[in-house]
Each structure stands twice: as structure tokens, then as C-alpha cells.
């Protein structure tokens, strides 16, 4: 029977595929290529390039070159959990770094636990992630409540804000920020109203109309994606903006290359979340990472969360160089012993488990608002280069 | 009341709008018997024509949305002549295979142009005050009277011209119009070719209100879809009525029911039409 | 009969060889793709019972597996029943709704069956996507998996053997007399209702035995990844099913098969690439249905001299 055959040779031919482990240390990339966050995997392209090249420079990690293998997750926690399975059984990766959404990260540390294969956070904000307090997950990024605790709430106490709107979208980013918000402005007595929108849509009018029957002078817009761009523009047509201000709560969708042509005008005085300025170095590990994206790419860095994902491969291959091996023991043993120099501060995670703060390192963000299209750090005030411009 | 007044507004523009993109596969269904899967796709292909003609090759904006309405007439007469006319006859092929094809566009349209949204720029900028209640964009004023316009031409072209008798007559009994000495395939072709301009008009309309996204595309083929059925395949005022009501019903039940089941109404009304008057409000019984 | 026997016997060689070599000879990952193949096997293969076997294009084939995921899923998490139970069950629920979805629309057939089941395809994943109290919406439920200590080789031989047993029912189904008026109706509806053929019971019946097996593929597909999102019930999923049961044949029974395990290996490779994979699967696709209409199989039978006479068997 001519079609069983093939049957069974397409079988062997998958049996004969036998991956034999090459001579480099392999370190996965988990970030979203495709999707609605595309522009993120770009962002961490570049970021990785940068390490690469930082990295084999000094003579790689474990005295070999190191290679990266980025795997897409397309944004879906499925894909990602998936994806993350095969860096672990088909490259056999030594250790696996990125990401930078929550519902994908919570899938993902599961399926790390279950390898037992350490995973470094770069930018997935969600307290869960190292609440959960598994052993081989790490975060050298933000986590919402730090970001809110003292950040966003912060600001907007310190900037006289009387009357907010939260308006987040469905994800797990989404609702975690929003309800340690909420829970920050009540602490606060700030009066608030929370709204909830779907990340893909492409028409907010009717949620417009009805936040601007509240006059409210700050909107917080958790919103990750372009969505964010047409929320902005479409408040800038109903006359809710700039008359109150809108604060994108993640940052890089106000950093991409099509924000000013989507949203026009109305970009104007817009604050948003960010973790990179050119005039703010936080250490001189910052300055080297500026120069070199500028000679390898020919422009400035905008989205930072280049940075971020250059941030974590370091501390990646740093921790397996100090374990001298790739046994994951040893590189979660050296990770708990981290205090390396990154672009953005010292990294020094958390020991003690029992909250969000294990094996957690919070690095300094900043408040940034667009003025004159150019980024004006408004907050917090040690690292300001302006002052905040509220709008009429 | 300002804030009715608004949904309402809103459920007129996007409604008319939509009217269009149904019409272009109200013509395909009723002339070929074929659901263009792909109707989104060629949308938001006019939309990034129109986007890189302005950006790339500095056209002004009304000019670059002519030539890439142009362009997607030629598009829908390439896949009508190499895909679509083999199919003929066969139901249940050519629904697969415009199914593929859409999927095919779609993933397309992510390699060639890239997951951004891009908008062109709108014709008009700002807003207006209107009835003094509430501000309104522009753009959305002007691309309604955009519609009307085509609105009224298509109209035209169908009651008054001798084309526009001809589909009539093909979609009436195509045996009957070819015996009078219409060439139903030459028909066929220009048909397509129609189908896919109408979706590459509204397409040109609406990119500068809502940018274009490759994963957008499903969403506008369905409400073409239920529009459709809703008005009844084959007619053109139910085309119209249905895409009013629709506009109408999302804007509103969005607003007063749930903002987040905003996109499921129209597929309640899908359902419901099917089941309990599948030939649309103003289509022929079969 | 001695053409039987040799039939026979490559199953037995093919289905033993599948039973015995790979959870000892393949990797951890290739273990994987054979397991997510199998459960592309039984998709494929049930939604080739409606749309090859009785010419009616679902869209909502993925729905149904998602159906049955979710209806297993929240069981498990909320009310802490065990998968094993909860899998039939979720099956039972889907072949439930297959049967009212059914009745709806086989009467209008065609295009409106393919609409409305586009429709019911979305309402489902924007009920579940929102409705994130009970199912976690886009961020995904985590299920219990169906073995108390994680054994992809387990898993493996439960999806090998529960895909034998469907394919053996689809198999059984589409040779008896049920079949025959499958294809009866296929072929000329209008003669086979004159003949005395119930077509629209005979519909029904095949849609929602169709929905029963997507709903168990779903329900153990859901409880081996652990986690199901509203990615099971989508539109791309759906299209994914169908270019398998496309390019591999429809109307042929070993057509959806092949195409599965085809589709499934090859995108793994291709991967290596980016995601181009669909891309790459819907040229094919398109391909095949505008110049092979009838997929591989037919174009292997060619070479193999055999004749077709419309539908055919295996």
C-alpha cells in the first residue's frame, strides 16, 4: 500500500533526526517575534546582537563563543510554554532569558520549574511571576507593584492629580497593574474609576466618551500594543486630552517607530514609562550600550526594551561563568550570588521568598512625557532633565 | 443625550462605511455564487497601497487612494482569472480555496508590509464641534461623505448603465443573460474585479481613521459577511440597511450593554438571521 | 482477500512500529511533535468525515476542540474533577452543541453552513476570551495534566492508542451502511433523497460525531500542555486542520492522516526559519486545491495507476 509506506517513511525520517549538541553555550531567548508586539522581538534583536558581540569579545562565556537562540511566542502563552519546551529539548539550552509578557511568562515558569532549567525575567511585570517563588526563575526587571508602589502612584500623589481613570487591558499585565493601582490610590484617597478594553481593538469612542463624562485629569493606559496609539489619538479627538493627560503604563508602544504618524498632535504632552534616556546614565555600563547601538544600528536606541533583554543575557552569562558550568545547580547557586554592573543599576536579586520580591531586582524606572517630540524626564525628581508640562 | 447622539453619529459613519465593503461582496455572491474569504485582505492591502503611494512615493493623499483602488481591482482580476474561475460551479471549492487564500494574504501582508499599523494621512485633520455637544474627528465626517458619494455612483452604475443591467441580469439567471449575448465570463472577471475595488474603497476610507494591521483583516471580512446576510445576498439597498443597522447595533450595545462584547453582536445577528430568515431582510427566497 | 491481508499487515507493522520504536528512539522534542501530530490525526480526520466524506465545510471544528478543552479544563480546576473524567465529559458537551449547531444549519447547507459556523467559531472565543473569571481569558487556564508524574511517554502511547480507536470508528462508520449514504448524499443529493436517504438526519448525525472527536482531541490536547488558551478554538487553528485534510486528500481516508503528520513534522523544520510556516502551508494549499483538488492521495494514486471513482475508500 503506496500510502502507508509513506506513512512509515515520513516516520523514519523524523526517528533519523538525531540533534547532536554543538560546541557553543546556548542561551534561549523567549520574546514575542510575531503578533501584536512585534516590534518588542525587534527591540530584543538588536539588544541581542549587542550582547553577543559584547560577550564574544571578552571570550565568550565558559571560555566559548556564545549563541543565542530566540524563540518566538508570538505573544500567546501556549506558544510561548511550547516554544520554551523546545529551547529546553531541541537546543538544549543552558539557561533561558526574556520575555516580556506576563500571561507568557506564568506559562512559561511552569514548564522551567517542571525542566528545572533557570529563567531569568526581562520585562513580563506581573508580581506572580516571582511570588510563585520557584527557585529557577529569576527577574532582572520591573514588577508591577514596584512600578506602581514607586513610581506611578508616586507620581501622580506628587503632581497634585485629583481625579484618575485606569483604563487596562485584558491580560494578566493588565489586571495585575490595575488592582495594585487601585490599591495605591485608595491607600492615597485619590478618587478613581477603572475601565477595561480589549488590546486588539481599534475603536474606543464609546469608552471615551464615558471616561470623559468623569473629567478626570490623569488617564493610566495599560494598554501594550498599538492599541495604545489609536486610544491616544482618539482621545486627542474627543477633547479629552491634553486637557487631562494620558500615561502609557508600559512604555515602549510610545517609543516605536509609527507612534507619531498614528497618533499625530496628540502625542503632544503624552507621559509614559521608561527604563532609558539619553541623558540619564545610570551607570557607565549605560553609557557603552548607548555607543554601541549607535555604530551597529546608526541611530539612537528608542525602545528600551533592547536594553532590557542586553541587561539579562549578561547577567546570564555572567552567573553560568561564575558556576564554571552548565549545570543548573550551579547557575542558580551563582545566581543568587549576582551583583553585577548592568546598564541599568547593580543586580542584586532578593532572598527571602514569600513575596514578589524573591529573586527580584527592581532597576530604577523613570516617567518620561513628550514635549516638542522630544523626551523630557519628568519624574522621579533626582533624574529629571525638565519639568512636567500639564496641558489646557 | 449628547453621548446617544454620539453612538448614533458613529454608528451612521462606520455603518455606511462598511455598507461599501459589503456591497463588494454582495456583487461577488451574487453574481459568481462565491463568498470572497479574502475580502478583508484586499481591504487592508488598498490601505497599505494607499499608505506607501503617499509615504514612499510622496503621491498627494486623494491621488494615492485612486491608484491604490486601482490596484486592487487588478489584484481581485488576477485572482479571479487564476484562482477563482476554476473553482466555478464547485460550492464547496471555491469557498475553500478564497479560505485559503485569505489566510495566504494575510501572512503576506505581515512579510511584505510589517506588524505595524500604518495610517495615511488623513485628508483632513482636528475635529469638529458638532450640534455644540461633543467633538467629532474630521476625518470621519469626511470619509462619511466620501461614502455617500460612492454610494450614490454605485447607484448609478447599477440602475442606469447598460453594466450595471448586465449583473442584474446574470444574477437574476445567468443562463437566460448569456443567451441574450452577455459573456458571463468576462462578466465573472470584472465582477471580481469590482468586488475587490468596492473593499479596496473602503479600505482607502477608513485606513486613515483606524490604521491598517495584517491581523485586522478577519474581522472586517465577517462584518462585511454579516452585513450580507443581514441585508440579504444580492441586494444592494440591503447592503445599505443592513450596514446602517449593524453600525448601529454595535455602537450602541457597546456602549449601553458591554464594551467588551462590542465585536459579538454581530455574529448574534448572523446567527440569528440564518436561522430564522436566512434570505436577509431584502434577498431573493432561493 | 489477499489484498486484505497485505493491507492488514502494513497496519499492523506500521501501527506496531509506532507503539514500540519512537518513545525509545526519538528525543524528548521529536516525542513531542508525534504526540501534537496524533492530535492533529484525529482533527484532521473528523472534520474530513463532514467536509470530504459529506461536503459540508465547518469552520468550527476548532471550536469544538475548544470546547471540549475548556469544559474539561474548568472541571478540573474549579470543581477538582479528574481529567480522566473530565475529557469524556467535555467530549460529551461538544458533540452536544455540535448536535444543536447541527440542526440549526444543515438544512441551509453550503455557504450558510460555512458562515454560521464562522460565526459560532467566534462568538465561542470571544465568550471565552472575556468571560476570564472561569476561563482566564487570553491569559490562559492552567489544567492538571492526566498523569500524576509527567511522562511525555505516557502521554504518547494515550494519544497513540485513543487515535487508533477513533480512526477505527471513522473507519467502521464511513464502510457501513451509514457511510454509504455519507456518500450517497456526497455524490447527488439530490438522487440520494430520492432514494429514500434522510440527508439532513444523515448530516446531523456525521456533524456531530465530528464534534464529539474534536471535543476528546481538545479535551487531551488541553490536559497534555497544560494550559489552554483561546488560541485551541481559532480561526488559524481551523485553518491549519483544514490544509492538512486538504493537502493530504479529502475524501480519502488516509488522506487527513498523512497531511497531519506531514504538516506537523515539516513545521518544525521550517520554524528553524521564523513563522513562515503557515504562509508556506497555504501556497501549498492553494496549490493543491486549484491544481490537485483532491491532495496527495491522488496525486500518489496516479502514480500508482489506481483509478478513482469519487469518493474512495482508503
Not at chain 2, 56 to 78: H, R, W
Not at chain 3, 7 to 36: K, T
Request: charged content about 15%.
Amino acid at each position: 500500500m503506496k500510502r502507508m509506506l509513506i506513512l512509515v517513511a515520513l516516520f523514519l525520517l523524523a526517528v533519523a533526526t538525531v540533534s547532536y549538541g554543538a560546541d557553543a553555550v546556548k542561551i534561549g531567548v523567549v520574546g514575542p517575534r510575531t503578533g501584536p508586539a512585534a516590534a518588542t522581538g525587534k527591540a530584543f534583536e538588536e539588544g541581542i546582537a549587542l550582547a553577543v558581540d559584547a560577550l564574544n569579545a571578552k571570550g565568550g562565556v565558559l571560555g566559548k563563543p556564545v549563541e543565542i537562540v530566540f524563540e518566538d511566542t508570538a505573544g500567546v502563552p501556549e506558544k510561548a510554554a511550547s516554544g520554551f519546551e523546545k529551547l529546553i529539548t531541541r537546543d538544549k539550552v543552558a539557561i533561558i532569558v526574556g520575555e516580556s509578557h506576563s500571561s507568557s511568562a506564568l506559562a512559561e515558569i511552569e514548564v522551567a520549574n517542571r525542566y528545572k532549567v533557570p529563567f531569568i525575567i526581562s520585562e513580563a511585570w506581573h508580581d506572580d511571576i516571582t511570588k510563585k517563588g520557584y527557585k529557577w526563575v529569576f527577574r532582572a526587571g520591573p514588577a508591577n507593584s514596584g512600578v506602581v508602589d514607586f513610581y506611578i502612584a508616586p507620581f501622580v500623589k506628587d503632581n497634585g492629580f485629583k481625579k484618575v481613570v485606569i483604563v487596562r487591558e485584558n491580560s494578566d499585565w493588565g489586571v495585575g497593574i490595575a488592582e495594585r493601582t487601585e490599591m495605591n490610590l485608595k491607600r492615597m484617597q485619590i478618587p478613581y474609576n477603572t475601565l477595561k478594553v480589549e488590546r486588539e481593538s481599534k475603536d474606543f469612542y464609546t469608552e471615551l466618551t464615558k471616561i470623559k463624562a468623569d473629567n478626570p485629569d490623569i488617564l493610566l493606559a495599560y494598554i501594550y500594543g498599538t492599541g495604545l496609539h489609536f486610544f491616544l489619538a482618539q482621545a486627542n479627538e474627543v477633547g479629552l486630552t491634553p486637557k487631562a493627560l494620558l500615561l502609557d503604563g508600559a512604555g515602549p508602544p510610545s517609543l516605536w517607530d509609527t507612534f507619531w504618524k498614528n497618533v499625530g498632535n496628540a502625542g503632544e504632552l503624552e507621559l509614559f514609562m521608561s527604563s532609558m534616556h539619553e541623558k540619564v546614565h545610570f551607570t557607565p555600563a549605560s553609557k557603552i550600550f548607548w555607543e554601541a547601538y549607535k555604530k551597529k544600528f546608526g541611530k539612537d536606541p528608542t525602545d528600551y526594551k533592547s536594553r532590557s533583554i542586553y541587561n539579562v543575557i549578561l547577567v546570564a552569562a555572567d552567573a553560568v561563568n561564575r558556576a564554571k558550568s552548565t549545570n543548573n545547580e550551579a547557575i542558580v547557586a551563582a545566581l543568587e550570588k549576582t551583583n553585577l554592573e548592568v546598564t541599568t543599576g547593580h543586580v542584586k536579586f532578593g532572598l527571602k521568598p514569600g513575596s514578589y520580591e524573591y529573586h527580584q531586582w527592581m532597576p530604577p524606572m523613570l516617567v518620561v512625557q513628550w514635549q516638542d517630540k522630544k523626551q523630557i524626564v519628568v519624574y522621579p525628581k533626582e533624574a529629571a532633565t525638565g519639568s512636567l508640562k500639564k496641558g489646557k | 443625550m449628547s453621548e446617544f447622539l454620539l453612538y448614533l453619529i458613529n454608528g451612521i459613519v462606520i455603518g455606511v462605511i462598511n455598507a461599501i465593503s459589503a456591497i463588494g461582496v454582495s456583487l461577488i455572491v451574487g453574481i459568481m455564487k462565491v463568498v470572497n474569504f479574502a475580502h478583508g485582505e484586499l481591504f487592508i492591502f488598498a490601505g497599505y497601497f494607499s499608505y506607501h503611494l503617499s509615504q514612499s512615493l510622496g503621491l498627494p493623499p486623494l491621488v494615492a487612494m485612486f491608484v491604490a483602488v486601482g490596484l486592487t481591482f487588478l489584484v481581485g482580476l488576477l485572482m479571479e482569472w487564476t484562482l477563482i474561475r476554476p473553482t466555478y460551479g464547485d460550492d464547496m471549492r471555491s469557498l475553500i480555496i478564497t479560505f485559503i487564500l485569505s489566510i495566504v494574504l494575510q501572512n503576506a501582508a505581515l512579510l511584505i508590509f510589517g506588524p505595524y499599523p500604518l495610517k495615511p494621512p488623513a485628508l483632513i485633520g482636528g475635529a469638529t464641534n458638532l450640534f455644540g455637544l461633543f467633538y467629532y474627528g474630521n476625518q470621519r465626517l469626511i470619509s462619511f461623505f466620501i461614502s455617500l458619494a460612492v454610494l450614490f455612483l454605485i447607484f448609478y452604475l447599477l440602475k442606469r448603465t447598460w453594466f450595471g443591467k448586465a449583473i442584474r441580469a446574470i444574477s437574476q439567471d445567468r443562463q437566460m443573460a448569456s443567451m441574450i449575448g452577455i459573456d458571463h465570463w468576462k462578466m465573472n472577471t470584472f465582477s471580481f474585479g469590482l468586488g475587490a475595488a468596492l473593499a479596496g474603497v473602503a479600505g482607502v476610507i477608513v485606513a486613515p481613521i483606524f490604521p491598517v494591521t495584517p491581523s485586522g483583516s478577519a474581522a472586517i471580512s465577517l462584518t462585511a459577511f454579516v452585513i450580507v446576510v443581514l441585508g440579504g445576498m444580492g441586494s444592494l439597498k440591503g447592503c445599505i440597511i443592513g450596514g446602517l443597522l449593524l453600525g448601529l447595533i454595535e455602537n450602541l450595545g457597546a456602549a449601553y450593554i458591554s464594551t467588551m462584547y462590542r465585536n459579538i453582536f454581530a455574529f448574534i445577528i448572523l446567527i440569528l438571521v440564518l436561522v430564522i430568515r436566512p434570505w436577509g431582510l431584502f434577498g431573493q427566497k432561493a | 482477500m489477499e489484498k486484505q491481508k497485505l493491507s492488514v499487515l502494513v497496519l499492523a507493522v506500521v501501527f506496531g512500529g509506532m507503539a514500540l520504536f519512537p518513545p525509545f528512539l526519538l528525543s524528548q522534542y521529536w516525542l513531542h511533535v508525534m504526540i501534537i501530530s496524533l492530535f492533529y490525526v484525529m482533527m484532521a480526520s473528523s472534520w474530513n468525515l463532514i467536509a470530504g466524506y459529506t461536503g459540508q465545510v465547518s469552520f468550527a471544528h476548532a471550536a469544538f476542540a475548544g470546547i471540549g478543552a475548556y469544559a474539561s479544563g474548568i472541571l478540573s480546576v474549579f470543581f477538582g474533577l479528574s481529567p480522566w473524567l473530565g475529557i469524556p465529559i467535555g467530549s460529551a458537551v461538544s458533540a452536544l452543541l455540535g448536535l444543536a449547531v447541527g440542526y440549526l444549519c444543515i438544512r441551509m447547507g453550503g455557504i450558510y453552513l460555512s458562515l454560521t459556523t464562522l460565526g459560532f467559531s467566534e462568538i465561542l472565543r470571544i465568550i471565552i476570551t472575556n468571560e476570564d473569571n472561569w476561563t482566564r481569558g487570553t491569559m490562559g487556564l492552567q489544567v492538571p495534566g492526566l498523569f500524576a508524574e509527567y511522562s511525555k511517554t505516557s502521554y504518547y502511547y494515550l494519544f497513540l492508542v485513543v487515535a487508533i480507536l477513533v480512526l477505527i470508528l471513522l473507519y467502521r462508520l464511513i464502510h457501513s451502511d451509514l457511510g454509504l449514504s455519507f456518500r450517497a448524499v456526497l455524490n447527488d443529493e439530490t438522487a440520494a433523497s430520492s432514494s429514500g436517504i434522510n440527508t439532513v438526519r444523515i448530516r446531523i448525525i456525521a456533524f456531530t460525531i465530528s464534534s464529539a472527536i474534536a471535543g476528546l482531541a481538545g479535551g487531551l490536547y488541553g490536559h497534555y500542555v497544560m494550559l489552554i488558551s483561546p488560541d485551541v478554538p481559532s480561526l488559524g487553528q481551523m485553518f491549519l486542520v483544514l490544509a492538512m485534510a486538504v493537502i493530504g486528500g479529502m475524501g480519502s481516508f488516509a488522506g487527513p492522516i498523512i497531511g497531519a503528520f506531514l504538516l506537523e513534522i515539516l513545521s518544525e523544520y521550517i520554524r528553524i526559519y521564523g513563522e513562515y510556516h503557515v504562509l508556506f502551508y497555504g501556497l501549498v494549499a492553494l496549490t493543491i486545491t486549484r491544481f490537485a483538488p483532491d491532495g496527495l492521495m491522488a496525486v500518489a494514486g496516479k502514480f500508482s495507476g489506481k483509478k478513482r471513482v469519487g469518493v474512495e475508500t482508503l
